[in-house]
């Protein structure tokens, strides 16, 4: 029993050090940081509404942080971290998200994609723009999202960060809108925040080196052992 009681105590000073480090240097974005850290251990998909400006694209940058401590995402989209990030478009092609054709495999008559450092092999993803997803992606992007498989193989999908400046118009989007449990209105800055200089003069200063070792190997012993407490959690049944 002591074991398991400071195991969970370390557990939840890390949590804390991921949510300080999400928030670093940014002004009233507690709230968000705490939804990416929740969506990342329930492995769930989190959405954010919210107009130009309000640091959507950096808390999900953050985010791929924490689960390898690197982000090397090239300028084709393409990540050796895990992390993947594209800006959608009603133009977007499959290639983009699911990574090219195989040459190779065409030759022998088989249909398959590299999707090395695509969104079937990455562990976080930001997607911008997310209700500019067109018919062409929309099928197999909601399959990812929904059962973490992609051309019948497991995906190791954690997290995906969708954003937009709008909500879905078309009815073909709600099922897209749907897969995302934790959703934010991003809010621009308060006039109040914009003149809170201890975080304005520190802009730009990197994470200090101790909130940067956080649970890259023990992610997934985290997502258990809170996964195996949620059985323990009483919900009323004024809110079923």
């Not at 497991?154 to 969708?162: A, E, N």
Request: hydrophobic content about 35%; charged content about 25%; glycine content about 6%.
């Amino acid at each position: 029993i002591t074991t398991q009681t400071v195991t969970l105590h370390d557990y939840q000073t890390q949590i804390r050090s991921a949510i300080r480090r999400i928030s670093h240097n940014l002004i009233e974005r507690t709230v968000e940081s705490q939804l990416l850290v929740l969506a990342l251990l329930s492995r769930e998909h989190v959405f954010f509404l919210g107009v130009p400006g309000t640091a959507k694209s950096e808390l999900g940058r953050r985010l791929s942080l924490l689960t390898d401590g690197t982000d090397t995402t090239n300028t084709s989209g393409s990540s050796s971290s895990g992390y993947f990030q594209r800006l959608l478009t009603k133009f977007t092609t499959p290639e983009e998200l699911f990574g090219p054709l195989s040459l190779k495999s065409l030759e022998m008559d088989i249909y398959r994609r590299c999707t090395d450092g695509y969104l079937p092999t990455c562990r976080v993803a930001f997607l911008d723009e997310l209700f500019k997803a067109n018919s062409a992606i929309l099928n197999t992007l909601l399959t990812i999202l929904q059962e973490r498989t992609y051309d019948g193989s497991p995906c190791p999908l954690l997290c995906v960060v969708g954003t937009s400046n709008e909500l879905p118009q078309e009815v073909e989007l709600e099922a897209l809108y749907d897969r995302f449990l934790l959703r934010k209105v991003v809010e621009p800055v308060s006039d109040d925040g914009k003149h809170y200089d201890p975080c304005l003069k520190d802009a730009g200063v990197p994470v200090p080196e101790e909130e940067c070792e956080l649970f890259p190997e023990g992610l997934e012993d985290i997502i258990g052992q809170f996964s195996a407490q949620t059985t323990k959690v009483i919900i009323p049944p004024d809110i079923c």
